[in-house]
């Protein structure tokens, strides 16, 4: 990018030239100041912004599921209707663990029979006191048993957790389901809309929780949604190696739903350096950088003057430098025509391009 547009700004220049020399005799051209541009440089730490794409979600989304398989017999919503907590969702065919059931009932009043008719033996001395300790453990094994059936039975109707609203719909009624396969999606319409943005570490690292965000909806046009940076990802994709950085929308208008694809924004600090505060330059000012040593020329009371810096690497289109002093001026578009101590004229392009009159 920063090259395309350094070949813009050396057209201007060029321009720039051609009408300094106005027709006027060559020796006379040949003094004029070389026409440059120029920019002061950015103090160590100067903000910059980050940005990127995602799908709109709410916070609490639950994908909701059976513990236990069998025949689906209800499905008593579809996508998009609201739903209320505790309203039922789906529910299962529930004459297999109603059956379980039954058999865990009969089995705990058995080990209570057995343990009741050996504590009487044994108080007559007919049987040994291990007899009463194996018929007790039996007694607990069919408690927990009939417990765990019990439990069982609660899940043989789903119902919502929250109010909100059902996202998706995952299953029809008559069809066969495995534990934990999901049949519905619900999201909390109480929990606020986020985003999630998916960030190369070297940006989130830029990235503090309550950083200020502009976010943008195609669907909404040209408005622009204020949010702010909530959470920040602790582990990196295994496969993108990015980031996710959460964001909150401060606002959402109610016609914004979760899976949207929103832009986001962010107003983030400089890159973090080992120990360096650079400063940010447009990259097209450097000259020759090899490692951590570049070039450039700066501004200097009409001359141009090659000076070294301390070169830190690229970022976006902006180059990391040190060694200027604060309100320094560097030379930009056209540094790569002029020499070391050579007359220079600092222009504006945009004077320059605009139609005569104005």
């Known amino acids: 990018m920063w090259r395309n547009r350094l070949l813009a700004s050396a057209a201007v220049l060029a321009m720039a030239a051609l009408s300094a020399c106005g027709g006027k005799p060559k020796t006379e051209a040949a003094a004029a100041p070389t026409p440059v541009e120029a920019v002061l440089v950015a103090a160590p730490g100067a903000s910059g912004s980050v940005?990127?794409?995602?799908?709109?979600?709410?916070?609490?989304?639950?994908?909701?599921?059976?513990?236990?398989?069998?025949?689906?017999?209800?499905?008593?919503?579809?996508?998009?209707?609201?739903?209320?907590?505790?309203?039922?969702?789906?529910?299962?065919?529930?004459?297999g663990v109603d059956a379980r059931q039954q058999q865990t009932v009969a089995d705990l009043e058995r080990a209570?029979?057995?343990?009741?008719?050996?504590?009487?033996?044994?108080?007559k001395g007919f049987v040994a006191?291990?007899?009463?300790?194996?018929?007790?453990?039996?007694?607990?094994?069919?408690?927990?048993?009939?417990?765990?059936?019990?439990?069982?039975?609660?899940?043989?109707?789903?119902?919502?957790?929250?109010?909100?609203?059902?996202?998706?719909?995952?299953?029809?009624?008559?069809?066969?389901?495995?534990?934990?396969?999901?049949?519905?999606?619900?999201?909390?319409?109480?929990?606020?809309?986020?985003?999630?943005?998916?960030?190369?570490?070297?940006?989130?690292?830029?990235?503090l929780v309550?950083?200020?965000?502009?976010?943008?909806v195609e669907e909404l046009g040209d408005q622009t949604l204020s949010a702010r940076v909530t959470r920040i990802g602790q582990a990196a994709d295994t496969r993108t190696g990015a980031i996710n950085v959460e964001i909150e929308i401060s606002a959402p208008p109610p016609n914004l739903r979760s899976g949207q694809v929103a832009h986001a924004t962010l107003a983030v600090r400089a890159a973090p350096t080992a120990g360096t505060a650079y400063a940010r330059i447009p990259a097209e000012a450097v000259l020759e950088a090899s490692g951590q040593r570049a070039f450039v020329l700066r501004y200097d009371g009409g001359k141009a003057r090659r000076t070294a810096v301390t070169f830190g690497g690229f970022d976006g289109d902006d180059a990391l430098v040190s060694g200027l002093p604060g309100g320094t001026r560097v030379i930009t578009a056209g540094a790569g025509f002029v020499a070391d101590g050579e007359a220079v004229r600092v222009i504006d392009p945009k004077a320059l391009a605009a139609p005569a009159g104005r």
């Open 112 to 123: 209570r029979r057995d343990l009741e008719r050996d504590k009487t033996l044994f108080e």
């Open 210 to 216: 309550g950083d200020a965000a502009q976010v943008t």
């Open 51 to 95: 940005g990127g794409a995602g799908a709109l979600e709410r916070r609490r989304e639950m994908a909701l599921s059976f513990r236990i398989p069998g025949v689906l017999t209800a499905m008593k919503v579809e996508a998009g209707d609201r739903v209320s907590a505790g309203q039922l969702v789906a529910a299962i065919d529930p004459a």
């Open 129 to 207: 006191r291990q007899r009463i300790d194996d018929r007790a453990s039996a007694l607990k094994a069919a408690q927990a048993a009939y417990d765990a059936a019990r439990f069982d039975r609660r899940w043989a109707s789903l119902v919502s957790p929250v109010s909100g609203v059902v996202l998706t719909r995952q299953a029809q009624a008559g069809e066969v389901v495995a534990a934990g396969q999901v049949v519905a999606r619900v999201a909390d319409l109480s929990s606020p809309l986020i985003l999630r943005l998916p960030l190369p570490a070297r940006d989130a690292a830029r990235v």
